[in-house]
Structures are given as C-alpha cells and as structure tokens.
C-alpha cells in the first residue's frame, strides 16, 4: 500500500510539473520577441481546434456526417463542360477527332520539316560556294 502510495504521488507530481510548464510560458532575456518565435503549447493546441474547445457533441456529428458523405459521394473532379462529356462518349466521333488531330500534327510536323530542309540546304550551299571561291582563290595564288 506505501508503495503504491508514492507512485501515485509521483505521478501526480509529475503531472502538476508538466501542467505548470505547458501554461506559463518559457521565460528568457529576449522578452516578447521570444515569446513569438515560440508560443505556448496551449495557444499551439488552441490555434489547431479552434476557439472553441472541445468542440460541441453537434460539432462533433456534424463532422463525422461530412466525413461520411466524403466517403460515399466523392467530388466530381472532371471539369469539362457538359456537352463535351455529351459529345465525347461515342466511340466513333473519339477516333474521328484522334484521326483529325494525328493528322494535323502530322501536316505541321511535315511542313516543319521541309522549312528546316530548305533552311540546312541554303546554308550548305553558301557554304561550299564560299569554300570554293576560297579555294579558286588560293589556287590563283599559288600560281603567280
């Protein structure tokens, strides 16, 4: 019984000492600029759950029927309008717009490539004309 005395006596003690830290904030030589950076344990508490603390039972329902209907009605996170989704799900007009759209890519990726054709093959030709004027005049050069 003695011993089982001191141990609830220590507890409580314990407890006391850890109620007393939590409300009475860590005093410092910083003074109110050290009482932002770190507030109290109890305004970190309160700031969570809110003013009201603890919460109402109402509040309480209230938050366990939100979270239910989460679980069996989840929000719609498709954004299209209606008629797109309308329009959309038919698989024949699906492929259409694939094909139309493969086909333009395909049209502008071949006219891509024909522009940078052209582009490479005026360049070449500058060059191997100045590569030749260079040489003409070299070998003119070296015959005076």
Do not use: C
Not at 13 to 40: M, Q, T, W
Not at 43 to 72: T, Y
Not at 102 to 127: H, N, P, Q, W, Y
Request: hydrophobic share 35%; charged share 30%.
């Amino acid at each position: 019984m003695n011993e089982s005395r001191r141990i609830r006596l220590g507890f409580s003690f314990l407890f006391f000492i850890i109620i007393i830290l939590i409300i009475s904030p860590v005093s410092s030589d910083d003074g109110v600029a050290r009482k932002e950076e770190n507030p109290s344990l109890l305004k970190i508490i309160s700031g969570i759950f809110g003013k009201k603390f603890p919460p109402s039972s109402w509040e309480l329902i209230q938050g366990a029927m939100q979270k239910i209907q989460m679980k069996l009605y989840p929000p719609n996170l498709d954004f299209r309008s209606n008629s797109d989704k309308n329009n959309g799900e038919e698989g024949e007009e699906k492929g259409e717009k694939v094909k139309e759209a493969a086909t333009r890519s395909l049209e502008a990726s071949k006219e891509a490539i024909e522009e940078s054709a052209k582009l490479a093959g005026g360049v070449v030709g500058e060059v191997v004309h100045k590569t030749a004027e260079k040489v003409t005049k070299q070998t003119s050069h070296d015959e005076m």
